[in-house]
């Protein structure tokens, strides 16, 4: 049968390739799917109690050179400069006591974070009623495979640091009582 009518330069144009069936791939329930363990990206040395004084901006400022030096991430200003900025939108503190500072990078290989405790609690400057007493910042990579990522870590800080588990790491902010505090939780 000819295309004629459909292909005018069938004789100049090199002829398909057979088409090759395409597997179906089918993802996992979301259950089923390997679960982001806030307890395995954290280390006892990403863990801190930042000094007293400081202010959201400053308490963001200690988290991120913090966790730039003990990640080998190199200066971190630019890190900074974008959590900042995020944080100028709407806030990241919830009404559990918990800030989740966070941006994209570029030539991040994977997400890292650190969790700074505030044991004397700090009002957030733009809800004034809400108190942060626990600031998970973390930066993820920012490429499009890595986006669902940084979804399920934001929804799995959100669920896991509920008032219940902030009073009980606050009350034994030992680094490894508290990771132990954290991933008993995740285990549960």
């Given at each position: 049968m000819s295309l004629g009518w459909f292909n005018k330069?069938?004789?100049a144009e090199p002829a398909a390739a057979p088409a090759v069936p395409v597997p179906v791939v089918t993802p996992a329930p979301v259950a089923a799917?390997?679960?982001?363990?806030i307890g395995r990206i954290l280390r006892e040395d990403l863990v801190v109690v930042p000094p007293a004084g400081l202010d959201k901006d400053g308490l963001i400022a200690f988290l991120a050179k913090e966790l730039c030096g003990k990640a080998g991430l190199?200066?971190?200003?630019?890190?900074?400069?974008?959590?900042?900025?995020?944080?100028q939108g709407i806030s990241t503190t919830l009404d559990t006591g918990l800030a989740v500072p966070h941006a994209r990078m570029d030539n991040l290989p994977e997400i890292c974070a650190?969790?700074?405790?505030v044991p004397a609690g700090l009002p957030d400057p733009?809800?004034?009623?809400?108190?942060?007493r626990a600031v998970f910042l973390f930066f993820s990579p920012n490429r499009q495979e890595a986006f669902t990522q940084h979804l399920h870590l934001l929804r799995g800080v959100s669920t896991l640091f509920q008032p219940a588990l902030i009073d009980a790491i606050l009350k034994d902010p030992a680094p490894a009582a508290v990771l132990k505090a954290i991933r008993d939780k995740e285990a549960a």
């Open positions: 330069k069938k004789d799917r390997k679960a982001l363990s190199g200066d971190h200003a630019p890190y900074l400069a974008k959590v900042l900025e995020r944080e650190v969790l700074g405790l733009k809800q004034t009623d809400l108190t942060i």
